[in-house]
């Protein structure tokens, strides 16, 4: 079998004696809990008792391990390479301290070498040896899966085409391909064990962190455990109808990879309100035994909260990984800047001027894993002049140097991250621009051929060529860089005019608000400009989202109710309604599932703008109370904005009403829906009880002081978990896959600074 080689001289002498260790303990079997530096006597490790091996007879005595690494490829370890050791090792002899050698090296070892260098440890008195040189250390990672998710940067240091099962590298080769090289510079952290354990427990985990602060990272190497460990179809997809599109209810052996679930610099409402929708079919995926990972920033998240159904979904808080930057430990953070600054695209001369102040850089407390990738690309530091004052302020103030990297660009670079913020993010290769996209980049100075051109120039630094879906495509290299564009194009005229008519007006109620209504990271459009998108809403009735004429009609009012509630101050809203008096007419009798519907959240906002005229008001109150009272959808009694749109008076009413007319036909409430179960459904009759038994628990919670109240409903819950015990069907178990992962709790001592080789 043709010998699979790793990268492993690109690791660096810290992580190589980590990868030992690593190697000594899963592959050795031995405990061996702290490395030192090659100061320490000659002897990066050591342990005492019997080593008993795989093949071959049992090792007793004081074991002494050495890590011997290089910094060249292929290259072969020398005698020569060792003549400091030897006298540590005549030395630990007669102290009795070293009566077994292990030498662990990435370098190759001839027969040549070993001979001499057996003939050498004999004449010192060492009783036994090993040498374990670079083809036997790239044969114990290519046959150990629990090797390679322990130290996961091999993943990125070899040809993943031979490292992973062929059938789930083929499924997910375009995927895999594009995070090499980000996989190559991982640095394991404490979350990801947490994210690991999370996904492993519930088939789920929900990983929320700051911007930049690896969320992508964990989940990536999620993906990769699942198609290494489990030979999992892994799908890298961007919304709520992708899962859906793509899940495959007869094999339960896939793993949706969902990064933004919640949107990508700013909350996106409507993603969650699908998220919503497919809630039950999130469930039965995991039940099945599919797994999923998702990411949110935790400010987009904390918005999310507020409209997800937590409830109907506990996961979402059970599953849930928070990485806090500040419990980023030193030695993680110099990992995470050495791994950048060795395998980035700096001269050595470059990296060796700024070898001095590199521990100052990771100990600053505004260092990100995201300042290490600036910190290693060129691109973000062609104008930097190398001292400590400049790299500190490189660090503390980030945002503004990314902006003035951003301004520096030529127009054709700008044009081409115009595209791409002007797509929410992401736009489709090969290019296929609409009339209003060319006449964008044209008023900014640019062709599409130059777009192209610029692209491919920015490809790793600024930008990322990548898959999703299966669709290849242009993505801002990191979500922050969209960040920075935004602030520039608010502060210019100019260009925010450019963007506002030549961005599809989908995106861009998706992408700004009109005055400032408190939302993070959005485009604010200046009053002076609330006409421009007046005009753009009130000739979009067509969404593009769906490709029916009624859904596609459906749609673009669903866009607009939500940009007018969530999006828009009272001045625009005032605006829009002396274009278009008619839309309380239109909103006071929303479609059932009051939990989604936007036409509720744009009454609320009218009510409390003040803008709602009272005829509408009342007309709406009835009706939402005349479906509370019926039990059909009990949202007025969850959602305390909506009850502020009914009078103190009202609301009393309507609860009266519920005690009288309500309570009494609860047991015909629970009929109607069991009789609504077929036993070929997909759903077990728990699941399909679920709307059942929320309403219960909303009218437990309304009632909780009365106890005649409570009896009468507890009476039906019970009825109704009989009923369900009654036909309740077994479906197949889940298949038991849990990630062989263990957190490293193995410290290296040493005095010897990591980034000692960084530069050779």
């Not at 455990?225 to 799908?235: E, G, I, N, R």
């Not at 060319?438 to 491919?456: P, R, V």
């Not at 409903?713 to 062989?740: G, M, T």
Request: include cysteine; charged fraction near 30%.
């Amino acid at each position: 079998m043709k010998m699979i080689k790793y990268d492993l001289h690109l690791l660096g002498w810290y992580e190589f004696q980590k990868l030992c260790l690593t190697i000594t303990q899963e592959i050795l079997g031995q405990t061996v809990m702290t490395f030192l530096d090659s100061n320490d006597a000659g002897k990066d490790g050591a342990f005492s008792g019997i080593w008993k091996q795989k093949d071959g007879e049992d090792l007793t005595g004081n074991f002494v391990i050495q890590c011997k690494f290089t910094n060249k490829s292929d290259k072969n370890l020398r005698l020569s390479d060792l003549d400091d050791e030897f006298s540590k090792i005549e030395r630990l002899v007669l102290e009795k301290r070293c009566d077994c050698y292990v030498l662990m090296t990435n370098a190759g070892i001839s027969g040549r070498f070993e001979t001499t260098f057996s003939r050498q440890l004999s004449a010192l008195g060492v009783k036994t040896w090993r040498v374990f040189g670079s083809n036997w250390i790239y044969s114990q990672i290519h046959e150990s899966t629990r090797l390679r998710t322990l130290v996961p940067r091999i993943y990125g240091l070899g040809d993943l085409s031979q490292i992973l099962d062929e059938r789930a590298y083929s499924q997910a080769r375009q995927l895999l391909l594009s995070m090499r090289d980000d996989l190559s510079k991982i640095v394991i952290t404490t979350a990801y064990y947490k994210a690991a354990k999370a996904l492993s427990d519930h088939g789920f985990v929900l990983i929320i962190g700051e911007p930049a602060a690896g969320k992508t990272t964990i989940a990536s190497l999620l993906a990769m455990a699942a198609v290494d460990q489990w030979k999992l179809f892994t799908l890298k997809l961007d919304t709520p109808e992708l899962v859906i599109k793509h899940w495959n209810s007869d094999a339960p052996t896939q793993l949706f990879w969902i990064d933004d679930a919640f949107g990508v610099t700013q909350y996106e409402s409507n993603l969650v309100n699908n998220w919503n929708h497919i809630l039950p079919q999130v469930k039965a995926m995991i039940k099945q035994g599919i797994k999923i990972v998702m990411t949110s920033r935790d400010y987009i998240y904390r918005r999310a909260r507020n409209d997800l159904k937590e409830g109907a979904f506990p996961l979402f808080n059970e599953s849930q990984v928070v990485i806090d930057l500040h419990k980023l430990t030193m030695p993680e953070k110099e990992q995470i800047l050495y791994n950048h600054l060795k395998l980035g695209r700096h001269p050595k001369q470059f990296l060796t001027k700024m070898k001095p102040f590199l521990n100052d850089i990771a100990n600053n407390s505004r260092f990100i894993p995201e300042t290490a990738r600036r910190l290693a690309d060129p691109a973000f530091t062609k104008q930097m002049y190398i001292s400590k004052y400049s790299l500190m302020q490189f660090v503390e103030k980030q945002e503004s140097f990314l902006e003035d990297v951003i301004r520096g660009l030529d127009n054709d670079c700008k044009a081409a991250l115009a595209l791409i913020y002007m797509n929410n993010g992401q736009v489709v290769s090969p290019l296929e621009l609409e009339q209003n996209e060319y006449d964008a980049i044209n008023k900014l100075g640019s062709d599409i051929g130059s777009c192209i051109q610029a692209l491919e120039a920015m490809k790793d630094s600024l930008v990322q060529y990548t898959f999703i879906e299966d669709n290849s495509v242009w993505r801002f290299k990191h979500p922050t860089i969209g960040d920075a564009y935004a602030r520039i194009v608010s502060k210019s005229p100019e260009q925010l005019e450019i963007y506002l008519y030549g961005t599809d007006i989908e995106k861009v109620m998706e992408q700004v608000t009109c005055g400032n209504v408190g939302l993070e990271k959005t485009i604010i459009v200046p009053k002076a400009m609330y006409n421009i998108i007046l005009e753009r809403i009130l000739l979009f009735n067509e969404s593009e989202a769906y490709k029916t004429d009624y859904l596609s009609r459906w749609g673009a009012k669903r866009k607009i109710y939500t940009f007018l509630s969530r999006r828009s101050s009272k001045d625009f809203i005032n605006l829009y309604i002396s274009k278009n008096p008619k839309i309380f007419e239109q909103i006071v009798k929303p479609s059932m599932s009051f939990h989604y519907s936007e036409d509720i959240d744009l009454v609320i906002k009218l009510n409390e703008l003040q803008l709602l005229p009272e005829n509408y008001r009342k007309e709406f109150v009835n009706y939402i109370a005349h479906f509370t009272i019926s039990g059909d959808d009990l949202y007025v009694l969850r959602n305390e904005d909506l009850q502020k749109v009914f009078t103190t008076m009202e609301l009393e009413e309507l609860k009266q009403k519920i005690k009288t007319q309500l309570l009494p036909k609860l047991e015909g409430v629970r009929r109607k829906r069991e009789d609504e179960f077929k036993t070929y459904n997909d759903d077990t009759s728990e699941e399909h009880m679920e709307d059942f038994f929320d309403k219960m628990n909303i009218l437990q919670e309304e009632f909780r002081e009365e106890e005649n109240v409570i009896e009468v409903i507890e009476n039906e819950v019970s009825k109704a978990k009989n009923w369900v015990d009654e036909h309740l069907f077994q479906k197949d178990e889940r298949p038991d896959r849990v990630l062989d992962i263990t957190e490293e709790k193995t410290i290296i001592t040493t005095s010897r600074s990591i980034f000692d080789d960084v530069d050779i």
